[in-house]
């Protein structure tokens, strides 16, 4: 079966108002499907929801859309359908499977826990809340677990802890908006399932990356109360998790899982798509597999206009009517490749996403990856998403781990400061000059890997609890246990560590671009060296918030940096500068060996350089005029340093010293021309006094 590519080719008005709509009367479900000869809403008895006790035969329209309507469909009601088609390789349509609405904004499970989707009361009284509307340049993503966060926080009422309302308790809200952050990246809070292959070995999906339905919110992540409510009430107690996190200034992203379901693959469960056009929203062989793109089993196929429309429909739904202020795209790639797999910036998913005026205001990062042909797209999105820098994360991780680890090793490191300056300086080589540092996502841990801390403690992932015998996970680590494998007694060992990290840090939130850290990252937390925790829900992935005095310090080191961060737009420039040529909202960069003379090509090109001297002057477009210095050291030796002579410049005032463990008030200012020791492996942050 050949489907059209362009969204277009489907009429809008077609495709618009699937799902439930209601009102004084009852309410009319609409649903697609080209391939179904049948299809029934069969609605439940209103408490064991086990019993039809209606059921209505939708009728077709020439656009394959069918609908019905029934008095009975009104808040509350539970209901499914169940559809019947021809038998063939790419059709597994079965009369009897009641199956989930694709575009369901409740769901319950009932007695035998059979999945049915439910009408929902939406209203909710925002009380005026608005969105922070932060600019990109000004913002500092913390990228979080729902349950994570608060689950062990003794600071939030017992009954609160590991749920929305737990994220949005005054606790929580206090420590992210003292911490400065100022938008929470939340892993999927998309209804989502384990797959059965981890129920089977006693494990679950924690993580969340197995979606279930695409307008719900995860009840699970509801309070008691409010999950005994129903979907109603939990659809509110979400709602008001936004509004608190609003008032409080934070923004909030979802990390969005289109390009797969839960359905996984052959022999899979047959809970929505599947079961109502199994052709229409997955990539099959002509032999009715499944193209696997991604790893889970199955690919949602974006060549089709039906899968497009209904991620657009999703996004306008959370983004306008539940108030959330961004997205993150998990494996973006899929959502941009075309019927005939192929990837393209042009795609009309990705193009209608960025132009929608209804998602205008709306932050789009791309994790621009997936594991099919081309799959690696970073810097290849439309100018509308930021990405996630992939290219950050590996250049940072190389230059204060993998390359220390090497000199030790074989006396040389592999690569200079050249790479590394690059992607301080916004990775324009990724972006392109049609691009901005605003376009980079810079981050050097995430959900998935080591933490930070674990970064510079192992050499090899230990994923010996996930159940598969340590083979998930990446190899590709690029980190450094700095002489000891996990934990240790030896002092040295500790301190350096304990200085990567802080290093690791730095180069996150002084870079330009938008910064990004995980959860707990700030603090130092652990996974015991498990690179790949999604299947474990317990201490060993829940923040621990009983921290030993160092891990206040990196705390207070975080803080600090952050709102050096805030407080110096010549770190943050929204543009590239273009050499001999003023650009409002750049930065002017300046590169200096350690000697105080401009970089020349021997410099930048060296394997042994491993000290540059970073000016960056800001060009205002709203705000004053900012000039700083950053000196970065990448070897295990101290190096004098003598300050430069720019004009303008008539001293330096230290800001930030990566070697100590603490943040100090000593007021440091030297003039240009003096020299200053830089510690082994560390970097300095300097406020240009004019």
């Known amino acids: ?9 489907t009429p809008v008005d077609a495709l618009a108002n699937l799902g439930v709509r209601t009102d004084g009367r009852g309410g009319t479900v609409r649903v697609w499907s080209e391939a179904a000869t049948a299809i029934e809403l069969c609605i439940f008895d209103a408490h064991g929801h086990g019993r039809v006790v209606e059921a209505t ?6 656009e394959h859309v069918w609908s019905a309507f029934s008095h009975r469909l009104v808040p509350g009601a539970v209901y499914a359908l169940r559809a019947s088609g021809p038998s063939s390789a790419q059709n597994v349509f079965h009369p009897k499977r009641l199956l989930l609405e694709p575009y369901s904004r409740g769901l319950i499970q009932n007695a035998s826990n059979q999945w049915r989707s439910a009408v929902v009361d939406d209203g909710f009284d925002w009380n005026g809340s608005t969105k922070p509307g932060t600019p990109l340049d000004r913002t500092v993503v913390y990228e979080a677990h729902v349950k994570g966060i608060s689950e062990l926080n003794r600071a939030v009422p017992e009954e609160l802890r590991g749920t929305y309302a737990g994220l949005a308790h005054e606790a929580t809200l206090d420590y992210l908006t003292g911490l400065g952050i100022t938008a929470i990246e939340l892993l999927p809070v998309h209804a989502f399932v384990s797959e059965h292959r981890l129920l089977k070995d006693g494990l679950v999906n924690y993580w969340g990356y197995n979606t279930l339905n695409f307008f719900t919110p995860h009840a699970a992540y509801a309070t008691r109360q409010a999950r005994a409510n129903g979907p109603s009430a939990i659809l509110r107690e979400f709602k008001g998790m936004v509004k608190l996190l609003h008032e409080a200034g934070l923004e909030v992203i979802l990390d969005v899982v289109y390009n797969h379901t839960s359905e996984e693959g052959l022999g899979g469960p047959r809970t929505s798509f599947r079961g109502l056009d199994n052709a229409g929203y997955y990539r099959l062989t002509d032999s009715g597999g499944y193209l696997d793109l991604t790893g889970c089993g199955n690919t949602v196929n974006f060549g089709h206009p039906v899968p497009q429309r209904l991620v657009l429909d999703s996004l306008r739904y959370w983004a306008n009517q539940v108030q959330v202020d961004g997205f993150r795209f998990d494996l973006a790639t899929v959502l941009g490749r075309d019927q005939s797999g192929a990837y393209t910036p042009e795609h009309p998913l990705l193009t209608a996403i960025a132009d929608d005026p ?17 799959g690696w797209q970073t810097g290849n999105f439309p100018a509308r998403y930021s990405e996630w820098n992939d290219h950050f994360r590996d250049r940072v991780r190389d230059f204060w781990l993998r390359d220390i680890a090497d000199f030790r090793a ?3 490191a592999p690569s200079g400061i050249g790479r590394f300056a690059t992607i301080l300086a916004g990775s324009s080589n990724v972006f392109g000059a049609d691009r901005a540092p605003l376009a980079s996502v810079n981050f050097v841990a995430a959900h998935d890997g080591f933490t930070t801390a674990d970064l510079t403690a192992y050499n090899r992932k230990h994923n010996e609890a996930n159940g598969e015998g340590n083979r998930d996970g990446t190899d590709d680590n690029r980190s450094f246990n700095h002489g000891a494998e996990g934990p240790t007694a030896d002092a040295g060992i500790i301190a350096t560590r304990r200085k990567a990290i802080r290093n690791l840090l730095g180069s996150v939130l002084l870079s330009a671009g938008v910064p990004m850290i995980v959860a707990g990252d700030e603090f130092g937390r652990s996974q015991a060296g498990n ?3 999604y299947c474990h829900d317990d201490e060993l992935v829940w923040l621990d918030w009983n921290h030993q005095p160092w891990q206040r310090e990196l705390t207070e080191t975080v803080r600090h940096l952050i709102a050096l961060r805030a407080s110096n ?5 929204s543009r590239y500068g273009v050499s001999g040529a003023i650009t409002p909202g750049s930065s002017q960069m300046d590169w200096y060996d350690a000697s105080g003379t401009i970089m020349d090509e021997h410099d930048w090109n060296s394997l042994t350089n491993r000290t540059l001297q970073y000016l960056a002057s800001s060009t205002p477009e709203t705000e004053d005029f900012n000039r700083i210095m950053l000196i970065v050291h990448g070897a295990e030796t101290d190096v004098p340093v003598t300050l430069p002579r720019p004009d303008g410049v008539t001293g330096y005032r230290l800001l930030w010293d990566s070697a100590m463990p603490a943040v100090t008030e000593r007021a440091v200012e030297c003039p240009p021309g003096s020299t200053v020791t830089v510690t082994a492996t560390s970097m300095q942050l300097y406020r240009c006094v004019p």
Request: net charge negative; hydrophobic share 40%.
């Open 531 to 533: 690179n790949n925790a």
């Open 57 to 62: 035969q939708l009728e077709r329209n020439q």
């Open 1 to 9: 079966m050949t489907y059209p590519y362009q969204l277009a080719e």
């Open 569 to 573: 737009p010549a770190l943050r420039p």
């Open 358 to 374: 209804a998602l205008a205001d709306v932050k789009m990062i791309a994790e621009p990856w997936d594991l099919g042909p081309g």
């Open 410 to 412: 074989h006396g040389a």
